[in-house]
């Protein structure tokens, strides 16, 4: 009997939730939990009569959290709000007695920085109260964690470079619209770029870099170097590392759109009077573009997320690539949500089930890389999210 919390009701809380529905054998009571009900219901209505609870909470409250936490007995919570909730819910499990997991590192609302410092601080307290907190459990950071894991545990003795390869080659018919919460996608990608070589980070403009990656399944894509949080442990924890990219991919309207927004202010974080009333500008824009969630239904075309790694096997050169496709159509005809939510939705259940199960079990706080990567390998085949290994 295991009862699972999970907090935040938008496009990757209606995955997760609906992949516990799924593995209601691991998750015997599930409740999901918003700032706005209406969020949970919406949520609550795709689902078979009785599969969930549903409750209100504000995360931004670490009282009110624990309290919700406490009132309905969870084992675990896994947090799918917004990034800028991760220390109060992590604070209410201390506070409650319970596992934590989530799937972006912390950022403050006012400040478009995210690393995880604040989170790894946490790591006494988790320890000295018994529990654990699992960082990153989605798929970018998440998925690509493990698959660096798995190559470091199968396919080497020593890895000298990885590159992290995000391409999202969908087509939702908008002229712009983001796949995930506006606000966090524009603050990431309009930010300074990032990569790590011998030892040190090394700065760069926005979209400075780019390649031409040709992805299985998708083809070539444009694909341009950004900071990406999953680097920050991976630095640490993979022996040998002499180099870390991130790439993801962008088409020339989205990168269009988004450099007019920039320069006309509508990215900005900071409060402008408008009318006698302060208006953030990148929450107005939030308003304005289409919800992530209703994506869902006229998204086509497939995802392509994974690492190529280069290194040393029994004194020779080598280099693989393993990645995952999934496909925004069948994304949605199985839980009513587009690749992106997908692919980080079942990687959150994926975590919780192997802590609720034991399989992955410390206490303090960890990043997925520092688990046996093949319980989780083999869950991503079994739950939707099959990968491949291809030498290069
Ligand atoms: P959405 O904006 O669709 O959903 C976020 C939800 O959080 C909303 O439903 C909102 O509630 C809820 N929420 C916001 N503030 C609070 C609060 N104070 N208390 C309770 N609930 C709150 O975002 P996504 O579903 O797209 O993203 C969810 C998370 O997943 C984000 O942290 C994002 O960064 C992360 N992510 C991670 C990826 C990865 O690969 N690792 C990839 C994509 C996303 P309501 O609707 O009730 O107002």
Not at 3 to 29: D, P, R, S, Y
Not at 123 to 143: C, H, Q, R, T, W
Not at 231 to 249: A, C, N, W, Y
Not at 273 to 282: A, F, L, R, W
Request: proline share 5%.
């Amino acid at each position: 009997m295991s009862t699972v919390l999970i907090i935040g009701a938008g496009g990757v809380g209606g995955v997760v939730t609906h992949k516990c529905v799924l593995n209601k054998e691991t998750f015997t009571k599930i409740v999901l939990a918003s700032r706005r009900i209406e969020s949970c219901e919406k949520i609550q209505k795709q689902l078979p009569a009785d599969a969930i609870e549903i409750a209100q909470v504000d995360a931004d409250d670490t009282v009110q959290t624990a309290a919700l936490i406490k009132k309905v007995e969870a084992d675990v919570v896994i947090n799918v709000a917004l990034p800028y909730q991760d220390l109060t819910i992590m604070d209410a499990c201390l506070e409650a007695g319970v596992d934590y997991l989530d799937t972006a590192n912390y950022e403050h609302p006012d400040e478009a920085k995210f690393e995880y410092k604040l989170q790894w601080a946490k790591n006494e307290a988790f320890k000295e109260a018994g529990l654990m907190s699992l960082l990153g459990s989605g798929f970018d950071p998440g998925v690509t964690n493990v698959f660096c894991a798995y190559a470091q545990k199968h396919y080497f003795d020593e890895i000298h470079t990885i590159d992290i390869l995000d391409c999202n080659a969908g087509d939702h018919g908008y002229p712009f619209a983001t796949n995930f919460n506006p606000e966090i996608n524009l603050r990431e990608v309009s930010a300074k770029g990032r990569y790590w070589e011998e030892g040190k980070w090394i700065e760069t403009d926005p979209m400075e870099i780019k390649m031409v990656w040709d992805y299985p399944e998708v083809g070539p894509k444009d694909s341009y170097l950004l900071y990406h949080e999953e680097m920050e442990s991976l630095v640490q924890h993979i022996k040998g590392l002499k180099r870390i990219r991130f790439f993801m991919t962008f088409g020339e309207s989205y990168l269009m759109h988004m450099k007019a927004l920039e320069n006309v202010g509508m990215l900005g974080i900071k409060p402008v009077m408008h009318q006698g009333q302060e208006i953030v500008p990148i929450e107005f824009l939030k308003t304005l573009l289409p919800d992530p969630a209703s994506l869902g239904p006229r998204t086509k075309g497939k995802t392509n997320i994974g690492i190529v790694v280069e290194g040393i096997k029994n004194g020779q050169p080598k280099k693989i690539y393993i990645y995952q496709v999934s496909d925004h159509e069948k994304c949605f005809e199985e839980v009513q949500s587009q690749a992106v939510s997908y692919t980080t939705g079942v990687p959150a259940m994926i975590g919780a089930k192997l802590m609720l199960e034991g399989k992955w079990k410390a206490d303090g706080v960890y990043n997925m890389e520092q688990f046996d990567p093949d319980p989780f390998m083999a869950e991503l085949n079994a739950q939707g999210l099959p990968w491949k290994v291809l030498d290069l």
